[in-house]
């Protein structure tokens, strides 16, 4: 027997498992030679002698009341548990180990095909095609309202409205759903221009931007994002941090960004470095 078969003789929760034919085994013994795939079940008497040993789960004969019933095998492991994402596992005797259903991918998807979560499965899907990124190239865009009466206690009447686009230069985003963003550095401000004591008082404007398809040569508006001054002051009307909507794309149509920035009296608002990501969500 080659040296790799010996492993030291274990007894109650270590599974070892043992080839035995005599009818008692001491405890004392150091090392016994076993087959690492096999398994016995025998009794350890109170005196600590092992007997009634037979290869399988059970015991060559029921033990007596007084002994106690344990296995041996010839491994050092003496369990292998499934934890995340596994399944199976054995306390004795050989393991088997696989993917549990909810972590398994499809191995029959076609090619350029992607798994994609349905219920507690994969499936097969069509790949959507991912971030469709568009650094649009407008510059800040700003718009100061009218400062002929920027008192305390005035009627603050009157806007100024300033509106920039991309419309020169247009994409084509392939046919599918998508849902845009605003990425990269984009953000927007509302300044009051007179440094009075009630400076939310002069803070009256809104920042819009508005992804706009042109087909045959006709701007229709498919998606709009609305920032206000304020969350208890609703820039005329419009819905404080609005989010895009989604809108689909034939594959053939043009978009554009519009960014319109709008300020009320005594006030200066800026939307800056206007960018819009899409993301294809159908």
Sequence with gaps: ???????????????????????????????????????????LKPNGEINKVAQGADPKQPCNDTD????????????VTASTGLSGGSQTGPASLSIAPAYRLPQNCGDGAVARK??????????????????????????????????????????????????????????GKWRPATAGNTRWFMNKTSDLFDGETFAKGHVVLEIVKNQNNVDTVVSTWARAEAENMDGGGLPYNQDFKSFQADGSAKFFLRATAVGGACTTARVLSPTIEFERVG
């Excluded at 790799?4 to 030679?33: C, E, H, M, N």
């Excluded at 718009?143 to 100024?160: H, M, N, R, V």
């Design 68 to 79: 106690q019933e344990i296995h041996l095998s010839g491994g050092d492991i003496t369990a």
């Design 1 to 43: 027997m080659s040296p790799q078969w010996k492993r030291r003789l274990g007894i109650g929760s270590v599974a070892v498992a043992a080839v035995v034919v005599v009818p008692t085994i001491a405890f004392a013994l150091p090392y016994i030679d076993l087959p690492f795939e096999a398994t016995f079940t025998g009794c």
């Design 118 to 175: 349905s219920g507690s499965t994969w499936t097969c899907s069509t790949d959507f095609g991912g971030i469709h990124t568009s650094t649009i190239g407008l510059g800040d865009v700003v718009a100061a309202g009218p400062t002929e009466d920027c008192i305390d206690g005035s009627t603050f009447t009157g806007q100024t409205a300033v509106t920039a686009n991309t419309k020169n230069l247009t994409f084509v985003l392939p046919a």
